[in-house]
Antibody
């Protein structure tokens, strides 16, 4: 059974940094693209960033480009999101998402439970 | 960027009713569209992919249709557990894989 477990969320001041992790099990990690999707309080789902199964290609939303970096360690079955220059409007639940295919796009067939990031002074 | 516009933003219906949610893409995405169900405090769930393919295990009362720029999610014979927010997402190779703004369904 596919499992995705996020960690690393918490309270951080504006301008600060945070690294999210997503440990996965139950599937061949390197064969699937992965994404981060967030939901700000009272708002809808927002695609943040994606990475191919090999890790060779990444894409990020304009709202986080240059500040967030998605990466993966296929030897550790773990997805990461390095978040820098955090802003108040980055406050959200961040979901780790498994893509159905090895590409950096496609339907999300499994989701983690999410980790809350709060940016506040 | 491809914009995804859902309508309505919310709707209320009764058990046994049939409802339709629309999703429009700002440019053609062929059939690269998925639908998700999201309940508060839970992880979203994939219902339909490739515009009309029902994911294994999803009840057959959920049906997706459309291609190009106009898509529809139809839920027939509504059940109390269908109360949720529904999102469409364009899943083509053209990033970003944008979500619609969501449709909150109250039963």
């Amino acid at each position: 059974e596919e499992q995705l477990l996020e960690s690393g969320g918490g309270l951080v001041q504006p301008g600060g940094s945070l690294r999210l992790s997503c440990a996965v099990s139950g599937f061949t990690f390197a064969s699937h693209g992965m994404s981060w999707v967030r939901q700000a309080p009272g708002k809808g789902l927002e695609w943040v960033s994606s990475i191919t199964g090999s890790g060779g290609r990444t894409y990020s939303a304009d709202s986080v480009k240059g500040r967030f970096t998605i990466s993966r360690d296929n030897s550790k079955n773990t997805l990461y999101m390095q978040m820098t220059s955090l802003r108040v409007d980055d406050t959200a639940i961040y979901y780790c998402a498994k893509l159905a295919y090895g590409y950096s796009y496609g339907p999300v067939d499994y989701w983690g439970q999410g980790t809350l990031v709060t940016v506040s002074s | 960027d491809i914009q995804m516009t859902q309508s309505p933003s919310s709707l209320s219906a009764s058990v046994g009713d049939r409802v339709t949610i629309s999703c429009r893409a700002s440019q053609s995405i062929s059939s690269y569209l998925s639908w998700y169900q999201h309940k508060p405090g839970k992880a979203p769930k994939l219902l339909i992919y490739a515009a009309s393919t029902l994911r294994t295990g999803v009840p057959s009362r959920f049906r997706g249709s459309g291609s190009g720029t106009d898509f529809t999610l139809t839920i027939s014979s509504l059940q109390p557990e269908d109360s949720a927010t529904y999102y469409c997402q364009q899943t083509s190779s053209t990033p970003p894989n944008t979500f619609g703004q969501g449709t909150k369904l109250e039963i």
